[in-house]
């Protein structure tokens, strides 16, 4: 992959509700909690999510060196409610952002959908003459009555025992010049395991989805009482095409995972997942984003960008430094992608940290302790 930059990331990100008073006001399950590390979720209140898409935009834009009239099209990733049914937030995200007729698209890939529309996004500007960048946004606020952050998923063996946080983020993608430049890129899907995130029940009317809480434990759990052989099977063709997709894309990256100094990945309370995302890679878990992620909740579309303005601004990345992106979500879908730092923006306040240092400040909580 050539000549696809990030030149500018922001980031909206409210403060993070703590996980013991949740469970001390009975919003939160005590023994989920004390298995699963998450120390926090952060909620974004009555803001909507094309509100706060908008503010990591502007972010994103005034870091990134260009204006919004080199700005050629525009993606925006969900997986929640993001306003009336029959809207376009997607276009609301263009008009208040950036302006002018240029594409605006909604992307719905579960929780890739910001590294989804970086790869299209790519296309795009390399598929006409005169594009020079491409604002790709995410947001997500699950503060409505029929989700439950911290009971959804409640009871699966998922392996991340997961709660949800509120964010936006938002990346301006160039052809000319950035801090990171993208190496490689690659996506995968697994289709027939997207029965395990459809409930019981018809498709159609599709009201039957709406008039209930979302209750991903109850349809994953139900996948595996009607199918447990297939369910056995999908976790291990998951966990694999994950590997193999994370693998190809540091080799057309031209790289090894011995490179790679940090990895982005679905936030996680706890190391048992992080260690089965990295570990089969050969990557030491000790360089994915554990302490990060659990302060915050798994943050949808938003994880990978929030991690990795996190380790610029922070300094933990720098000049040279390889950082793989390796995700998956609802459907099955996959995505990998390496960017390399190139140069520390002026908006990377925060003090070099040698990388051993970092291990030390993240280093994962012991299995079944409460942080």
């Known amino acids: 992959m050539t000549n696809l930059y990030l030149a500018g990331v922001g980031s909206y990100v409210p403060e993070p509700f703590p996980a013991q008073r949740a469970v001390a006001e009975g919003r939160y399950d005590e023994q989920d909690w004390r298995a699963s ?30 204006t919004r009239d080199d700005i050629a099209l525009l993606l925006h990733a969900s997986v929640g409610d993001q306003g009336p049914d029959g809207w376009s937030p997607h276009h609301y995200v263009l008009r208040h952002a950036v302006g002018g007729t240029i594409p605006a698209v909604e992307i719905r890939q579960g929780c890739n959908g910001v590294l989804a529309g970086m790869e299209l996004a790519h296309g795009y500007l390399t598929g006409g003459p005169g594009r020079a960048a491409a604002l790709v946004t995410g947001a997500d606020n699950f503060g409505v009555a029929r989700f ?18 509120d964010a936006a983020t938002a990346v301006v993608l160039s052809t000319s010049d950035g801090f990171a430049q993208v190496k490689a890129m690659n996506s995968a899907s697994l289709p027939e ?10 498709l159609f009317p ?10 991903v434990a109850d349809r994953l759990n139900s996948f595996t009482r009607r199918f447990p052989q297939a369910a056995a099977a999908a976790k291990k063709s998951l966990s694999d095409a994950r590997t193999e997709l994370a693998l190809r894309t540091i080799a057309d990256a031209g790289i090894t995972p011995a490179d790679i100094v940090r990895s982005t990945h679905v936030f996680s309370g706890g190391d048992g997942y992080i260690r089965g995302v990295l570990a089969p890679i050969g990557i030491d878990p000790a360089r994915g984003m554990l302490e990060l992620g659990r302060r915050l909740g798994h943050l949808s579309v938003s994880d990978h960008l929030v991690a990795l303005t996190h380790l610029v601004e922070s300094r933990h990345v ?48 012991a299995a079944g302790s409460a942080r």
């Open 148 to 165: 439950d952050r911290w009971r959804y998923a409640s009871g699966t063996n998922t392996g991340r025992g997961s709660i949800i946080g």
């Open 37 to 66: 590390g998450w120390s926090g979720a952060a909620v974004a209140g009555d803001i909507s999510a094309p509100e706060m898409a908008v503010i990591a935009a502007e972010q994103a834009l005034a870091r990134s060196g260009h």
């Open 193 to 202: 395991l997207e029965q395990m995130n459809r409930p019981d029940g018809p």
């Open 206 to 215: 599709p009201a039957l989805t709406f008039d209930r809480p979302v209750d």
């Open 318 to 365: 720098g000049p040279g430094d390889h950082v793989l992106m390796i995700s998956n979500g609802v459907g099955v879908s996959l995505a990998a992608a390496v960017v390399q730092i190139t140069t520390l923006p002026v908006w990377a306040t925060g003090t070099p940290q040698p990388f051993r240092e970092t291990v030390a400040r993240e280093e994962p909580v």
